[in-house]
């Protein structure tokens, strides 16, 4: 028999300040006194440090540690804010100093004195400046870079200025005054109007109404209803979801109670991928400063609302972040989808009416009661309102966490805020939705971003994954590489995934090692099809997507594979050789001394020659050479 969990008990925690120690806010009255008594105690000047999973990964503690000791050592009233990434990921660690908003990035630890020292003295590191690829401007301050203007920074807009887990820095950015309002001055019928008119859309990837599903909930006379915040984001590239929970856990638990006192919930669950423990640490600290100031637990604020929530860690499974397998997983159960007869705000959670949002759509709930459903309509596409936050990859120079108004462009996207794509090569495609989504061809970069336009083109939203290619992307490959993913993450369930797929891949295998057929290609089509209209849960239903678009759009690829025997990027081992150019070869030695299987023999100054019998096509000898002297055939 499967039991219900136990409601989790409040603890002590240390992210709550002595300020609020034993202080429990009963009134609406207590929460502005709150506040007012923050901004009282807020910083005009202070430096800003993004401390998320990504700059912790570039050594971003280190340099946090040299700029707490450099800052005592001379005895500067500057505060140290250790706030979630700043979104310029694959620059990190970036330092932003307010009020001025200078930002540095790729700081060292080496270089905190010298920046301190600057700060101090009101003078500027240029060397540690912002300098955009392109163009070859170098930037001061953070509004005006490229990677930023282009954006509209709602849900990501505090993650510059709050710290994850202090409550004070929250509040002087407008924290909870939502849910004050909420609670004080709307019923919860009109709150769910407000969301309702607002056209917000599920940003975890089905783009369902929120409004909607909330309203169904509503209805339902059972007593018993639970709220979910879906935080298992198993997209490869995708960290939109971590980067929230690990930067602005409160503005996610905010809209959550929100959420919960519209439909009658009370109790939630977080439910958060085993892989992101910063995530789950500040999740849950920032649930225990609730609970112990009373915006959390019984009686909220003295209206009468009581609501409690708990964190559940998922085991990793990617079939886990669709709806009814997270439910099955937060039961205690194996983490399989089900066939939906009957939708979860009906009956879901151990058989009760359950909403199930999205990390980022809860984070928009705050902003659209306190700004109206009206306002947030005005932003955005006929039916796609709003923001979308976007995790940038691929072969960009402006990697990170972007949040851009629905109905931009790609190619805004890929240009303007991701800079261009690296090393003068061209573009060739951009994945958007993750592994499940569809591979668009340069001639669809004017394409505007939003649910319909996207899912019309072979694509679709997703959670917000978007994936940049250059000139030296085998679309193939790339199929071939998120089907395989597709093939080990599908729980097995139904047949058409799990066999569809496995049959796929071995087709695709086959195709990229130069023993396809153009049948081949005809027959993944085929299968494609019946894949996406046969399978139980929508990772069956979207999983042909990157092999339906890549024949679409890349045909002439598969046909050279197939045809011709050729890979024209170079990537298929088994369908490219590697040859030496006399005119160009210098004799300089480097691809000798390189090469891992000795196949490259050649005196010094003479020119070289490849033993394609020894040769294991493993393209050191190209990334080496400084001569352009060796080529892909």
């Not at 394409?447 to 193939?476: H, K, N, Q, R, Y």
Request: aromatic share 8%; with cysteine.
């Amino acid at each position: 028999m499967i039991r219900r969990p136990p409601r989790s008990t409040p603890s002590n925690s240390s992210a709550a300040s002595d300020v609020y120690k034993r202080q429990r806010l009963e009134s609406r009255e207590d929460l502005e006194r709150l506040r007012e008594e923050a901004l009282s105690r807020q910083p005009e000047r202070f430096i800003s440090l993004g401390m998320g999973t990504a700059s912790r990964a570039h050594g971003a503690e280190v340099v946090y540690s040299a700029l707490k000791e450099e800052v005592a050592k001379r005895g500067l009233d500057i505060p140290i804010k250790a706030t979630g990434d700043h979104g310029l990921c694959g620059y990190a660690p970036v330092m932003v100093v307010y009020p001025e908003g200078v930002l540095y990035h790729s700081v060292k630890a080496q270089d905190v004195p010298e920046v301190v020292d600057a700060v101090g003295k009101g003078e500027i590191v240029e060397r540690l400046l912002y300098t955009d690829p392109m163009t070859g401007k170098t930037y001061t301050y953070e509004q005006d870079i490229p990677f930023y203007k282009k954006q509209m920074r709602l849900v990501l807009g505090p993650m510059e200025s709050v710290e994850p887990l202090s409550i004070e820095d929250y509040l002087c950015r407008g924290g909870f005054s939502a849910l004050a309002k909420a609670l004080f001055d709307m019923k919860p019928e009109e709150i769910i109007q407000e969301v309702i008119t607002s056209g917000l859309r599920g940003r975890g990837g089905a783009g369902f109404r929120t409004g909607w599903k909330w309203e169904d909930a509503a209805m339902r006379p059972d007593p018993v209803k639970y709220i979910i915040c879906n935080g298992d984001e198993g997209d490869p590239g995708a960290y939109m979801d971590r980067c929230l929970l690990e930067g602005l856990p409160y503005e996610v638990l905010e809209g959550m109670i929100i959420g919960a006192y519209a439909v009658g919930a009370h109790e939630g669950f977080v439910y958060v991928r085993k892989e992101y423990p910063l995530a789950t640490r500040n999740v849950q600290e920032a649930i225990n400063t609730l609970r112990e100031l009373g915006l959390l637990g019984e009686n909220i604020l003295g209206v009468g609302f009581d609501f409690d929530i708990q964190v559940v860690r998922g085991g990793g499974a990617f079939v886990c972040g669709e709806s009814s397998a997270l439910i099955a997983s937060v039961e205690g159960r194996v983490g399989e989808p089900r066939s939906k007869h009957v939708h979860a705000t009906e009956s879901g959670l151990w058989g009760k009416p359950t909403v199930l949002n999205n990390v980022e759509t809860l984070a928009n709930v705050p902003f659209i009661v306190n700004r109206g459903g009206e306002w947030f309509a005005s932003i955005g596409t006929e039916e796609s309102k709003g923001t979308k936050v976007f995790s940038l990859a691929g072969d960009i120079y402006n990697t990170g966490l972007v949040e851009v108004p629905m109905g931009i462009t790609l190619r805004e996207v890929v240009y303007d805020i991701g800079g261009g794509i690296q090393n003068g090569k061209a573009f060739k495609a951009v994945q958007t939705g993750g592994p499940s989504g569809g591979c668009l061809p340069a001639s669809q970069l004017d394409l505007p971003v939003d649910f319909d336009t996207l899912d019309a083109a072979g694509s679709m939203m997703g959670s917000g994954g978007m994936i940049v290619m250059d000139e030296d992307a085998c679309m193939v490959d790339v199929a071939r590489y998120f089907v395989k993913f597709l093939t080990e993450e599908s729980c097995g369930k139904c047949v058409p995934c799990r066999e569809g797929l496995r049959h796929m891949l071995e087709i695709l295998d086959r195709i990229t090692q130069g023993e396809g057929t153009m049948e081949d290609v005809d027959l993944l089509e085929e299968l494609g099809y019946v894949i996406a209209n046969a399978s139980l849960c929508g990772l069956g239903k979207s999983a042909p997507n990157p092999v339906l678009s890549t024949i679409r759009y890349f045909r002439e690829e598969y046909v050279e594979h197939v045809r011709d025997k050729k890979c024209r990027a170079g990537v298929c081992k088994a369908l490219v050789h590697y040859e030496i150019v006399a005119e160009n070869c210098t004799g300089c030695h480097i691809c000798f001394k390189e090469c891992p299987v000795d196949a490259i023999s050649g005196e010094p100054k003479a020119v070289h020659v490849i033993d394609q019998e020894k040769c294991i096509k493993c393209g050191i000898c190209k990334d080496v050479c400084k001569f352009d002297a060796v080529k892909v055939v």
